[in-house]
């Protein structure tokens, strides 16, 4: 017992050590030679023990070093245990654009865990859950993009949730990646919200690709008083399929370019070829267009936007016109083999082969009709119209006074006087005669049908007899 004698002393001082906080306390009890033994041991148990040891220390005091002694050595088994801190899980993932996706979760060596949940957000959506099973301390998820694509160009975000050894529920940090094309080695220029991403050109187109950009996105801005669009990333494919196959594999396609207005992308083909220039002056500014639509409309009002006019107001605002789109519409007249309107107010991937370009140029010209007859204040007002959810012929009568035959009439006299202004009589000799160039196979067959009917009228008719002289 003699080992025993210092602790009158110690226990004068353990109160007021633990007032002042801090694990000293430890080390001034078990600086006594009979329990130096058993420090390594307690030392974990008793930190949330302290508290209840100094209420009893007066009891223990009265009743003998021995009790005492019995008490330390049972707190450790009495007292909560206090959790120790655990190895975190290793997250990891890895995917190749439009192909497969993989998600995998390592435990700690210690860790029993059966099963899990993997959560993944995509483009903000709500999220996926899937239940995975635990093997060898591993979970993996293993996705087939070709059959479940993940939406291109937009943000994945993941997490892991699961029960410890103990019941309580761990979850993981988020994990966030752009769902990119990596199947390719980006270039990279950024000028405030512009990036351009490119796979193969001179430094100078890159420059000039920006400065396109910047340029179009103030015409357009200030005609339409569309808002900020703010970042906007234009990924420039080095051929026309590549962009196809990296489409396709996200479950679009389209012909030779692509917005995808809801995360501010643009993806393009522009093979380097001494035409590069052109093609960026007419896709980049096209684009963008759309683009601005959708930031001035929402989802909604874009959506309803008829094609004649989204794609009119795009092609209107390319730098660079397209020669092409002006001898369509031009054989087009002379021929009187314009589309109606009505049909170029669905999406155009319902029309085939040439008309297709005809659909982009009569777009153009009706645009740059209304444009010029009712200046931009008018198609503002005429895009508030079909984004209030109007019809395509009804939001003209809003907008313009005039539903679309009327319009249609009108800009066709337009067409025929080269996009000038006319005077009134020369405007009604116009339009007669643009009305009678489309009557006439309807006046054709009219005459195929009634003269026959004319004909046997006259045959059948009994011929009068003249009254005798006699």
Partial sequence: MKHLSTLPVKFLHIEQEFHHGGHGVLDLLFSSPCYGHCLPILRPWLCPSWFWLVQVREKCLRRG??????????????????????????????????QSAEFTLRLPPAAEVEEMLLFLCIAGDAPEIHILTVEDGVARYRRDLRAQPFLP????????????????????????????????????????????????????????ALDIARTALEEITTSLHSPSLGPVTIYVYPSLPDLQLALRLSGYEW??????????????AIPTTPESLIRLQQDIPHELTHLALYRQLGPQGYANLPCWLNEGLATHFEQRPEALYALALERARREN???PLADLCPPFY????????????????????LQQTYGWSGMRVLLDAYADGLDCSSGLKRAVGAELPTVERA???WLEQEGYPTEQPQRIWTMGHIA????????LLALVI???GVWFFIAARPTPHLPSSE
């Fill in 337 to 339: 083999a314009l589309l």
């Fill in 350 to 369: 319902t029309l085939g082969g040439e008309q297709v370009i005809l659909a982009y140029a009569e777009s153009q010209s009706v645009v740059g009709y």
């Fill in 65 to 98: 070093y021995l009790v005492w002694c019995i008490l330390v050595l049972l707190s450790g088994w009495l007292l909560p245990r206090p959790t120790l801190a655990q190895e975190a899980p290793e997250t990891t993932y890895s995917y190749t654009f439009g």
């Fill in 436 to 443: 009678l160039r489309d009557l006439a196979p309807w006046l």
């Fill in 153 to 208: 160009f937009q943000m994945v975000t993941t997490w892991w949730e699961y029960k410890d050894d103990n019941g309580a529920p761990v979850k993981t940090g988020e994990t966030t990646f752009l769902n990119e094309d990596n199947r390719f080695q980006w270039q990279t220029r950024t000028e405030g919200d512009l990036t351009i991403q490119w796979v193969s050109g001179s430094t100078e187109l890159l420059v000039a």
């Fill in 450 to 452: 009634i003269l026959p």
């Fill in 255 to 268: 012909l030779g370019g692509e917005a995808l207005p809801a995360v501010g992308v643009i993806l393009l």
């Fill in 411 to 413: 800009w066709r006299v």
